[in-house]
């Protein structure tokens, strides 16, 4: 299997050259040339495997994608990554049924409370894996709006041939996600917080990334969602929920996804391209909604920091979609045309008028692939964490309620809705107070985080001070 850039460039690469190398040299993003699809068979045979082994089952999903890793190496990997003792329970990750046809999947179980590990855990076993296997090194450099940041270093740290840099936006995290990184005192690990939002932590991303010969002579690795890997370990448990919630293979599911940089929804975007039988992908956006308004009227326009919402759901509070140019990509044709479409629309007409509109004939499609949306408030939030922990005795943190309130607004009587829980709600802990008049439970282990010592760099929102900083600590 080799992949392609949404803007053009066709160089093959593998697998292993794109785990390591995250943006395209073009700025695009990659995709596989084409999506394996999956047959009756394959489904049933896999619905098995998902009864017995979440590992087995991921192992046989990314066995699709991953062509040059060694079939018992990538096994062992996997099986390595997927264990009760890491996320908590055998199936990884369980359903909550809250009502008849709803239901939470739960995917907060790993080490840091967050669905972030489902992938993280995954990719610091392959870029070690990797990296020993040529004998390299790799610095990683991330942005984060919360939760990206501390699984990825939780994932990372005292990895061989590793250093991560993970920037965040000043002031706009819990202070329990705050203290997950910055009280982490490994020399691999730098927190680097920005004096902006979120969208400028990922924009120094995207210009680091885009300076080939400084990408180049400092080995600069991503793991946002940008990097494929990290997406593509999120496309198996969009299998292992449907598994769950059916009984044959001839049932749909829809799936609700709180969604800020849309690439937890874009993994279903995935499994839907590839035959998982997915009738809605529900797009949960907070007061930030930019991707609702797309979703409902074809016009994507970029928001200003000083217009993106400081709100209750702090990890959405992004108005620049970075895996949205994958779906924008696979709307207008997965093929060469498209790219240069694509590279009009988010390399152009972004820049020059900060969002663009598609035609009357593209947004038509859009419909083929499943999309709706919805919004939620932070009234909405309180008031689905409300309701949900009087009616069913289960605390959901603020990003799962701006899911469970969209998904239940989009629901058809009838059909099976999958709400992706998205974090623990001890990250959030203000909220629960505000909606249930007490604390969520702290779970063992986490006593005192947030009086830790914190080590972090405050920064100012420039790609060059952050480049510096990577060369100063590269040596």
């Known amino acids: 299997m080799n992949y392609l850039s949404t803007r053009g460039d066709t160089m093959p690469r593998g697998f292993s050259d794109i785990l390591l190398e995250g943006l395209a040299p073009d700025g695009g993003l990659y995709l596989p040339e084409r999506y394996p699809q999956v047959d009756a068979a394959t489904l049933a045979r896999w619905r098995g495997l998902a009864g017995a082994s979440y590992a087995d089952l991921a192992f ?270 696979d709307l207008l044709g997965h093929d060469p045309q498209a790219a240069e479409r694509t590279r009009q629309l988010f390399g152009e007409e972004i820049s020059n008028s900060g969002g663009f509109t598609l035609s009357a004939e593209e947004f038509a499609r859009v419909r083929e692939f499943g999309f709706v949306s919805g919004k939620s408030t932070h009234a909405d939030r309180v008031a689905t964490i409300r309701d949900t922990h009087a009616r069913f005795g289960i605390t959901i943190d603020p990003h799962t309620a701006d899911g469970l309130k969209v998904g239940r607004q989009l629901h058809q009587p009838g059909t099976t809705t999958l709400v992706l829980e998205t974090a623990l709600p001890i990250k959030f802990a203000a909220t629960i107070i505000e909606a249930l008049g007490h604390e969520p439970e702290r779970p063992a282990g986490y006593e005192g985080l947030e009086r830790l010592p914190k080590r972090f760099k405050v920064m100012p929102a420039s790609s060059e001070a952050v480049k510096a900083c990577i060369a100063e600590n590269c040596g």
């Open 60 to 329: 046989d999903i990314l066995s699709l994608f991953i062509t040059d890793i060694p079939a018992d190496d990538l096994r062992a990997l996997v099986r390595k990554t997927y264990t009760a003792e890491v996320f908590g329970t055998p199936e990884i990750t369980p359903l909550k049924a809250l009502e008849p046809g709803l239901a939470l999947q739960a995917l907060s179980n790993g080490p840091t409370l967050a669905f972030k590990d489902m992938a993280m855990q995954l990719l610091g076993n392959l870029f070690e894996y990797e990296l020993a296997r040529r004998g390299e090194t790799l610095n990683i450099l991330g942005a984060t709006s919360g939760d990206t940041g501390s699984a990825a270093e939780h994932a990372m740290r005292g990895k061989q041939g590793v250093r991560v840099f993970m920037l965040s936006p000043q002031g706009r995290m819990s202070p329990f996600q705050q203290a997950q990184m910055f009280s982490l005192q490994d020399e691999n690990i730098h927190n680097l917080v920005i004096e902006g939002v979120f969208d400028d932590c990922q924009d120094i991303v995207k210009a680091v990334s885009n300076d080939l010969a400084f990408k180049r002579r400092h080995r600069i690795g991503t793991v946002n969602s940008i990097n494929w890997a990290r997406l593509l370990a999120q496309v198996v448990y969009y299998f292992a929920g449907y598994f769950q919630a059916t009984k044959t293979n001839e049932e749909r599911v829809n799936f609700a996804v709180p969604s800020g940089n849309f690439g937890n929804v874009c993994a279903g975007h995935v499994a839907r391209m590839m035959g998982l039988p997915i009738e809605r992908l529900i797009v949960a956006t907070n007061e930030n909604d930019v991707l609702d308004e797309f979703f409902r009227t074809g016009s994507y326009r970029v928001r200003a920091a000083c217009d993106t919402h400081e709100t209750s759901s702090p990890s959405m509070d992004i108005s620049k979609a970075s895996n949205f140019e994958r779906f924008v990509f």
